[in-house]
């Protein structure tokens, strides 16, 4: 996986590009789980631009930087160039290869960073959420709320899997029942489309908190106190029903056989939670596909770093598609 021509370790500058935050590593690759070192996140806030971000990173690597380079970001990536959905930055591969005078620049959206590591999480990189009956040749699926809400496809996993960045989060929001109609009505009238990323996203269970009759904007203090207020319990629970309905339906349409995987900034802060939550319900009911769903392995990402060691491995299959040593 991560071996160049010469049987040398492969080393390899990693960023994971967010709305909210930059966070970047060295990443040391073998054929094992890639060793992340000089971890640092930087607040985008304030910030120029990626450039500004990479070269106070660099300044602070205590080792030269390494000749290739990979940014997962939070957008849609085309001919090497990105520009953040949540942020206005813009991105370009060849334009930051001049100016740190990377060899290599790898340059793909933050879920298919995930979408790549999947395969090769470590033991314990991922917690067990519906065990499922996994397909080992079926598509794997990633998704999760963050700043926004990201999607990607893993097609044929393993060594000579093919990933499939999507915009799924952008999808129309499809309402349930009454409360759910409301929803869509009141957020229709500040601005359409209402997406699922608009309802799914990093301040959903905020929203939904407010959207009961709560003042609390922010999520972690909602969270913080689901034991004792009932408001916050029920926005938990609806959020996750919604998540999981919206899972659900993307692991219909992509076919996502070989499991799903959950990731994101949100839901680690209440991996607790999760386990035979209204999100397992929401996920499987499908009608006369329950059966179909409930084979669906779950998993929730646990490893911190999943999107940056992902991104070292597509850096890797960079590295041997340039060089000619797949």
């Known amino acids: 996986m991560g071996d160049n021509a010469a049987g040398e370790a492969l080393t390899v500058l990693v960023a994971d590009i967010g709305g909210s935050n930059s966070r970047f590593a060295v990443a040391t690759l073998t054929r094992s789980w890639p060793k992340l070192t000089d971890l640092v996140s930087f607040p985008n806030a304030g910030a120029a631009g990626l450039e500004a971000q990479v070269e106070r990173y660099l300044a602070g690597l205590p080792t030269g930087a390494p000749a290739r380079a990979c940014f997962a970001v939070a957008g849609p990536v085309a001919a090497g160039r990105a520009r953040l959905t949540n942020r206005p930055w813009s991105i370009d591969a060849a334009s930051l290869a001049t100016t740190f005078a990377f060899r290599q620049v790898t340059l793909l959206n933050d879920f298919a960073a995930l979408a790549h590591g999947l395969a090769f999480l470590p033991a314990g990189g991922s917690m067990v959420l519906q065990a499922g009956s996994r397909d080992a040749r079926g598509p794997l699926a990633v998704l999760g709320p ?22 799924a989060g952008h999808a129309d929001f499809a309402p349930v029942g009454a409360r759910d109609w409301a929803l869509r009505e009141a957020l229709a009238a500040a601005e359409t489309p209402v997406t699922a990323e608009r309802v799914l996203r990093g301040d959903g269970i905020a929203q939904l908190y407010r959207a009961l009759g709560g003042d609390e904007r922010d999520t972690a203090a909602i969270c913080a106190r689901c034991g004792d207020d009932s408001r916050a319990a029920e926005a938990i629970a609806w959020y996750l029903e919604l998540l999981g309905r919206y899972a659900g339906s993307f692991a219909l349409t992509v076919g996502a056989t070989g499991g799903v995987y959950l990731a994101g900034g949100v839901l680690p802060r209440i991996a607790g939670l999760l386990p035979g939550s209204a999100f397992i319900a929401g996920f499987n009911d499908r009608g006369p596909l329950a059966a179909y769903a409930r084979a669906v392995p779950l998993r929730l990402v646990t490893d911190p770093g999943g999107a940056l060691g992902g991104a070292a491995i597509a850096a890797a299959h960079d590295a041997s598609d340039r060089d000619g040593t797949a």
């Open 146 to 167: 963050g700043t926004g809400l990201g999607a990607a496809l893993v097609v044929s996993p393993g060594r000579q899997q093919r990933v499939v960045p999507t915009e």
